[in-house]
């Protein structure tokens, strides 16, 4: 027998049974919640088809906000479930207005369930999460809310917004992994949840993992959890306390902030207007003449830098400014890659005066 190398990856000490408990009320913080929260063992998008799955059913109406891919996904597995579903879709890179939002509700009096993407890194909007949820509550209607992206970028306050049913990640705005999600709970929803078709037996099942954590106490999970994941999760969490949420959420402001004013000089203007506009990716319309893919070809593929999504792809730049991107030294060189990029297109670019709003906009009390 050969002698096996010990491995930082694989030869690790067991999570604890007692930490996942521990880990679940951390999350609760973040999300501004004393609702049930749960552990999903799998990336976000997992955690998003198990909320679809397990509160669809026939007989009800939803109403879901399409944004991004990500609505079309979560509108087709309510639909797979036997729901009614009415999609309120946004223009493409903006996000939907509120007026529509309402008409949707007013033309649909029996929906019990809405659906929306709080803020979206595949375009760079901010949807008005804030209104959009007080029209639900008004109508006594339960909200489900993807905040992947959103959580730590933005504030979410789950609680004092009435929001039913939150599903969060690690891997975007947070700086974590992504091979573990959260969802967050209200009793209304659990109701919802409960009825006779839900999937049990399933990994999709939001029952299965009441019966067999919530009200077993909470202890060790069921399965054969990834201790790799968990310990990644514990570190993410450990690092987002230690800068503390509401200094991770400015840290994400002043990247956005600092991207957009300097695209200017750059000849470009952002696709949003500031209120629109997400803290995680910031979107800058290219001229008639170029194309984004021809952009970022000019780059090199820079990594802070990619082509829009959707039927808009080839008008837009991203430049991302998401979780560790939220930083002095990734907004200057996204700013300079991009301006790198037109100049060697031939635009006329100022990219020194790009460089220097960057730096203004970090000069004071540099935090980053
Ligand atoms: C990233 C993201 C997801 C899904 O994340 P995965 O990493 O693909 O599982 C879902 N919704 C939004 C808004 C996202 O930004």
Redesign the pocket.
């Known amino acids: 027998m050969p002698t096996l190398a010990p491995n930082p990856l694989l030869d690790l000490q067991p999570f604890p049974s007692e930490g996942y408990a521990d880990i679940v009320d951390r999350l609760a913080v973040l999300l501004g919640t004393s609702n049930d929260v749960l552990l999903v063992q799998g ?4 955690a ?1 088809e198990a909320a679809a799955t397990s509160l669809g059913q026939p007989g009800l109406t939803a109403i879901n906000i399409v944004t ?1 891919p ?1 609505g079309h996904m979560f509108g087709s597995w309510l639909r797979r479930a036997g729901t009614t579903v009415v999609d309120v879709i946004a223009e493409p890179g903006l996000p939907v207005t509120v007026d529509a939002v309402r008409s949707a509700l007013d033309a649909n009096p029996d929906a019990r369930l809405l659906a929306l ?1 709080h ?4 375009s760079g909007i901010l949807n008005a999460l804030e209104q959009i949820a007080a029209l639900a509550r008004e109508r006594g209607i339960l909200t489900v809310i ?1 905040a ?2 959103s959580v730590g970028g933005h504030a979410l306050d789950t609680d004092a917004l009435g929001l039913d049913v939150v599903v969060i ?1 690690a ?2 705005s947070l700086g974590g992994s ?1 091979g573990l999600s959260a969802i967050s709970i209200s009793p209304a929803a659990w109701s919802l949840a409960g009825h006779a078709a839900a999937p049990t037996g399933s990994i999709l099942s939001l029952l299965d993992h009441r019966r067999l954590w919530l009200d077993t106490g909470r202890g060790a999970l069921p399965g054969m959890p990834s201790a790799l994941e968990f310990w990644a999760l514990r570190a993410a969490l450990e690092r987002v306390e230690t800068e503390g949420l509401p200094a991770l959420i400015a840290r994400h402001v002043r990247a956005a902030d600092a991207t957009r004013s300097s695209l200017a000089a750059l000849g470009l203007t952002p696709w949003v207007a500031p209120d629109h506009a997400s803290n995680l990716v910031t979107a800058a319309r290219l001229p008639d003449h170029l194309a984004a893919s021809q952009v970022l070809a000019a780059t090199g593929h820079s990594s802070g830098l990619s082509v829009g999504v959707g039927s808009i792809a080839e008008r837009l730049v991203r430049l991302n400014h998401t979780g560790g991107n939220a930083s002095f030294e990734q907004v200057l060189a996204n700013v300079v890659a991009l301006g790198g990029a037109l100049a060697s297109l031939g635009e006329q670019v100022d990219i020194g005066a790009a460089a220097e709003t960057v730096a203004d906009a970090y000069r004071v009390n540099r935090a980053s």
């Not at 803020?119 to 595949?122: D, L, M, Q, T, V």
Request: charged share 20%; net charge negative.
């Open positions: 990336e976000a998008i997992v998003l991004s990500y993407v803020a979206e890194s595949a993807d992947v992206a990640g891997q975007k992504p």
